[in-house]
T-cell receptor, first 112, second 113 residues
Framework: QKEVEQNSGPLSVPEGAIASLNCTYS??????FFWYRQYSGKSPELIMS????GDKEDGRFTAQLNKASQYVSLLIRDSQPSDSATYLC????????????FGKGTTLSVSS | DADVTQTPRNRITKTGKRIMLECSQT?????MYWYRQDPGLGLRLIYY???????NKGEISDGYSVSRQAQAKFSLSLESAIPNQTALYFC????????????FGPGTRLTVT
């Protein structure tokens, strides 16, 4: 069964620190990887996508992908209390674009 | 703004009742999805549709049915609701050109008593 694994947390960091969220996936042929942010009681919001090995930066967010290790991570620099949310890792499971498999999410808490 | 809307936002219903959740989008996307989210289980795919004539089962389709009335409308039905269908339901859309980048509606909180 195709799986996406994340530590549930909570991950607690002080304001201004770097938060590091990790995700592993089981399907070696996966090609597309996403990070969604979900505030409590709200819907998931796409914040990062990454398709190639290496780093992709967008503002304070950096996504890192290592396909050989089947590992994707999200770094949040200069963490703010407003970053406190659950972060969902999502991975495609086939080439037809039919579906994403979501991890159960890591809850991040940024303290001021 | 182009958006994904869901109605109702909250619904309480009794076991055995038929209920329909509706999703509309103004993003112009061709692909639409229904997910449910449960504490500890994450997001799970119920059904998805690539266009009006294409409907596909997801991971947990038993007890659910869908209808794609138009490119912009995708509804989810529970024919005979049961308590373990109590969950948060999300509709999502994506464009074929960026098929995996899915955009979610605000969700419907459904309680079956």
């Amino acid at each position: 069964q195709k799986e996406v694994e994340q530590n549930s947390g909570p991950l607690s960091v002080p304001e201004g620190a770097i938060a590091s969220l990790n995700c592993t996936y089981s399907d070696r042929v996966s090609q597309s990887f996403f990070w969604y942010r979900q505030y409590s009681g709200k819907s998931p919001e796409l914040i990062m996508s990454i398709y190639s090995n290496g780093d992709k930066e967008d503002g304070r967010f950096t996504a890192q992908l290592n396909k050989a290790s089947q590992y994707v991570s999200l770094l949040i620099r200069d963490s703010q209390p407003s970053d406190s949310a659950t972060y969902l890792c999502a991975v495609n499971i086939n080439q037809a674009g039919t579906a994403l498999i979501f991890g159960k999410g890591t809850t991040l808490s940024v303290s001021s | 703004d182009a958006d994904v809307t869901q109605t109702p936002r909250n619904r309480i219903t009794k076991t055995g009742k038929r209920i329909m959740l509706e999703c509309s989008q103004t993003k112009g996307h061709d692909r639409m999805y229904w997910y449910r989210q449960d504490p500890g289980l994450g997001l799970r795919l119920i059904y998805y549709s690539f266009d009006v004539k294409d409907i596909n089962k997801g991971e947990i389709s038993d007890g659910y049915s869908v209808s794609r009335q138009a490119q912009a409308k995708f509804s989810l039905s529970l024919e005979s609701a049961i308590p373990n269908q109590t969950a948060l339901y999300f509709c999502a859309t994506s464009d074929t050109r960026k098929a995996y980048e899915q955009y979610f509606g605000p969700g419907t909180r459904l309680t079956v008593t």
